[in-house]
T-cell receptor, first 115, second 112 residues
Framework: DTGVSQNPRHKITKRGQNVTFRCDPISEHNRLYWYRQTLGQGPEFLTY????????KSRLLSDRFSAERPKGSFSTLEIQRTEQGDSAMYLC?????????????FGDGTRLSIL | GENVEQHPSTLSVQEGDSAVIKCTYSDSASNYFPWYKQELGKRPQLIIDIRSNVGEKKDQRIAVTLNKTAKHFSLHITETQPEDSAVYFCAAGDNYGQNFVFGPGTRLSVLP
């Protein structure tokens, strides 16, 4: 399967714990995006990488959130000291680069539930 | 930053009728406008996109129109089928993948 892969699919944790999610993009894609989606809402942009460089980060993103893409391939999203409001679906998407808008392909997401 | 609005939030049509969903955006730098379909519990899937150098694009029963002057774009689905029932999201962004914003979604129900 050459699509975007996300792990784990589900994560249940207690408030205050740290969690880390992984995203493996489509292999030739150099752009990688993280989004958060809550029920009944559209995906909300969190951050974006071009290769290993983090080029954009939502100003709504708490400093408890950090993302990395160390070798320009897979990416991790970590949430420290989780709160109830962090419960959501975390989606990863990837696209090829270039000077024109390119379609983003989404993974199945990681559903985070905070107890 | 970019702000994308989408209307209506819910839409019910009879099978075989057409459905139209409209979006507006605020950032004149946006020049890439995709539409995604999301079925319950599944990933968003791209169904059609348009770039600012064209005014209309068609793919079988689906078409998108763009008015850059007015900063709005629309999705048109003709001859709707029950399997078209889903939530549809519009989005806007620039050429370099930045400032990418999704609309709040439209829940389309196609009634048999």
């Amino acid at each position: 399967d050459t699509g975007v892969s996300q792990n784990p699919r589900h994560k249940i944790t207690k408030r205050g714990q740290n969690v880390t999610f992984r995203c493996d993009p489509i292999s030739e894609h150099n752009r990688l995006y993280w989004y958060r989606q809550t029920l009944g809402q559209g995906p909300e942009f969190l951050t974006y990488f071009q290769n290993e460089a983090q080029l954009e980060k939502s100003r709504l993103l708490s400093d408890r959130f950090s993302a990395e893409r160390p070798k320009g391939s897979f990416s991790t999203l970590e949430i420290q000291r989780t709160e109830q409001g962090d419960s959501a679906m975390y989606l990863c998407a990837s696209s090829i680069g270039g000077g024109t808008g390119q379609p983003q392909h989404f993974g199945d997401g990681t559903r985070l539930s905070i107890l | 930053g970019e702000n994308v609005e989408q209307h209506p939030s819910t839409l019910s049509v009879q099978e075989g009728d057409s459905a139209v969903i409209k979006c507006t955006y605020s950032d004149s730098a946006s020049n890439y406008f995709p539409w995604y379909k999301q079925e319950l519990g599944k990933r968003p899937q791209l169904i059609i996109d348009i770039r600012s150098n064209v005014g209309e694009k068609k793919d079988q029963r689906i078409a998108v129109t763009l008015n850059k002057t007015a900063k709005h774009f629309s999705l048109h689905i003709t001859e709707t089928q029950p399997e078209d029932s889903a939530v549809y999201f519009c989005a806007a962004g620039d050429n370099y993948g930045q400032n990418f914003v999704f609309g709040p979604g439209t829940r389309l129900s196609v009634l048999p």
